[in-house]
Antibody, heavy 120, light 112 residues
């Protein structure tokens, strides 16, 4: 079945970087996009950016521009999201989600989420 | 604050009908972008509930319906059940943000 399996929880110091992975299975990875969404504790969903898994094109939210980098490894059917210069406000759950593209498409399959805790 | 505005909470008794609104502007919903809805049960990842304004994915009961008009959209849930208690998010895209995806602030549905 179609699924996205994310990497495990992380604990980071302020100022560090974190890289979260999202391994796809059950479908043709390159035919879809992968979006990344953050959810701080008790807060709403925040869109971070997306990558076209076929050509590697990316688009980032203005809020995270300059701190986030999304990449993909088609040979491993895996997308990665790296967030740098971490601060306590970045603590939360990071989700990857599949979509047919980056514009006007819905996110039909979601990973279970990766908890990132930023604390000194 | 969110580009898409949702009521923070709604409630209803079992069997009743509730609606959740999602208000945008001419740069997102009003620009013709579709609205999608997600259900997030406590402690779990969001799940696609409605796509392209009024289309239900396979497995979503027909108690759920969606509607879009102008710069707003709404999600209706009829025959409310205890298991519908969750957070609901609308999502669209915004041309003023270079067609970035945007989420509403979320609505907590309480089944009384």
């Amino acid at each position: 079945q179609v699924q996205l399996v994310q990497s495990g929880a992380e604990v980071k110091m302020p100022g560090a970087s974190v890289k979260v992975s999202c391994k796809a299975s059950g479908y043709s990875f390159s035919n879809y996009a992968i979006h990344w969404v953050r959810q701080a504790p008790g807060q709403r969903l925040e869109w971070m950016g997306w990558i076209d898994a076929g050509n590697g094109n990316t688009k980032y939210s203005q809020k995270f521009q300059g701190r986030v980098t999304i990449t993909r490894d088609t040979s491993a059917s895996t997308a990665h999201m790296e967030l740098s210069s971490l601060r306590s406000e970045d603590t939360g759950v990071f989700y990857c989600a599949r979509a047919l593209g980056g514009y006007n498409y819905h996110m039909d399959v979601w990973g279970k989420g990766t908890t990132v805790t930023v604390s000194s | 604050q969110s580009v898409l505005t949702q009521p923070p909470s709604v409630s209803g008794a079992p069997g009743q009908r509730v609606t959740i609104s999602c208000t945008g502007s001419r740069s997102n919903i009003g620009a013709g972008y579709d609205v999608h809805w997600y259900q997030q049960l406590p402690g779990t990842a969001p799940k696609l509930l409605m796509y392209a304004n009024s289309n239900r994915p396979s497995g979503v009961p027909d108690r759920f319906s969606g509607f879009k008009s102008g710069t707003s959209a709404s999600l209706a849930i009829s025959g409310l059940q205890a298991e519908d208690e969750a957070d609901y998010y609308c999502q669209s895209y915004d041309s003023s943000l270079s067609a970035s995806a945007v989420f509403g602030g979320g609505t907590k549905l309480t089944v009384l």
